[in-house]
C-alpha cells in the first residue's frame, strides 16, 4: 500500500486575533515546526488547504489547535493536530496569549525512504577535515568504532532507514538526489554538522 507525506507551506492570507481581540498583524515567528503524519493509503489529490487555528501561550508553546476542515480521514487529523501542538513559536514575538487563524497549504508527495549511514560533529572545522579524509579515500568504516556518546567531538551511526522527512526541509534535497555508495559534504543542522552517506538497500554494512 503507498503511502503518502504531506509537506507544509504557509499560505498567503493570515486572519488573526489576540486575546483582547484586537487584529494581530504580525505572524509569530515559529521556533519548532514538528512534521505532519503521513496517510495510511493514496491520498485522492496532491495537495489540501486545512484550516487551522492555534492557541499560542506567551511561551510561544500551543496549548490549543482547531482544525476546521477535515481532509476526509479522521485518524490522520487526529494525528496531523498532535502534531501541530508540537510547534512552538519565538517568545520576544508575542506580547500576551493569541489566538491565530491561518490557512496552511500542504503538499502530498510519495514517502520517499533512503538507506544511510552518517557521522554527526560538534564543529564544522572538524567535519571539514573528515570530508577531505573521506574524498581522499577514507571510508565511513574507519569511524565506525567511534562510541556514540552525547558530547563527542565525532558521533558514528549505522545504516538504518530513514525517512526524508525526518530531516529538516534544508536537508532532505541533498538526501533525495545522494546517489548509493556516494556522501555529501558536511551539512549544519541546528549547533551541528553531518555528513551522510547512502547504502545499498540490500546491505547493512557497506560502508
Given at each position: ?97 493569541i489566538w491565530v487563524r491561518r ?44 562510541d556514540v556518546e552525547e558530547e ?56
Open positions: 500500500m503507498l503511502r503518502y507525506i504531506s509537506l507544509l507551506f504557509f499560505a498567503g492570507l493570515l486572519l488573526s486575533a489576540c486575546a483582547s481581540t484586537e487584529p494581530v498583524s504580525v505572524f509569530p515567528d515559529i521556533d519548532h515546526q514538528a512534521s505532519l503524519p503521513v496517510f495510511a493509503s493514496e491520498y485522492p489529490e496532491k495537495s489540501l488547504a486545512l484550516r487551522v487555528t492555534f492557541h499560542i501561550q506567551e511561551d510561544g508553546s500551543v496549548e490549543t489547535v482547531v482544525i476546521h476542515n477535515s481532509s476526509g480521514d479522521e485518524e490522520w487529523d487526529k494525528a496531523a493536530k498532535d502534531s501541530l501542538k508540537l510547534w512552538t513559536f519565538h517568545p520576544e514575538t508575542i506580547s500576551e496569549a490557512v496552511l497549504e500542504i503538499q502530498i508527495e510519495e514517502v520517499v525512504q533512503v538507506h544511510l549511514a552518517y557521522l554527526k560533529f560538534s564543529d564544522s572545522e572538524r567535519a571539514l577535515e573528515v570530508y577531505q579524509l573521506l574524498k581522499s579515500g577514507a571510508s565511513f568504516a574507519d569511524f565506525s568504532d567511534i563527542a567531538e565525532i558521533m558514528y551511526f549505522s545504516p538504518r532507514f530513514s525517512l526524508l522527512t525526518e530531516w529538516p526541509m534544508h536537508i532532505r534535497p541533498h538526501l533525495e538526489k545522494l546517489r548509493v555508495s556516494k556522501f555529501t559534504k558536511p551539512l549544519p543542522i541546528e549547533d551541528s554538522y553531518y555528513i551522510f552517506k547512502r547504502i545499498p538497500r540490500n546491505l547493512s554494512h557497506s560502508l
